[in-house]
């Protein structure tokens, strides 16, 4: 199970080159973006969170239990929330959370 998730820097080459790792990302998903606020986000499905870090230190910042299931991630700017796609049976979901992970809305 992947434990962390390696940030790359953007390029015209092949391949991006590392800059960094994300620790602490049991079974990471997927990654979103909220530049303005300089933060990143990862799904975690193997401990079931979400991890905030930061876009400059790649340091976590904040982790929040949101549940089984998690997959996919993308910021959603006009209403400044992280949207999570779950995969959980017998239905998937979608949850927004607050990009300041304060609080979780499941959604159906």
Known sequence: MQTFLQAAT??????ARPV???PNTPGVHGAGIATKAGHGFTTNSGDETVTMFDLKTLAALRQVKVG????????DEPDDKIIL????????????IDRRLQCGLPRR
């Open 10 to 15: 953007p390029g015209s080459q092949p391949l």
């Open 20 to 22: 960094g790792d994300i």
């Open 68 to 75: 089984p299931g998690l997959d996919g991630i993308m910021y």
């Open 85 to 96: 796609t779950n995969h959980s049976r017998p239905i998937g979901t979608l949850t927004a």
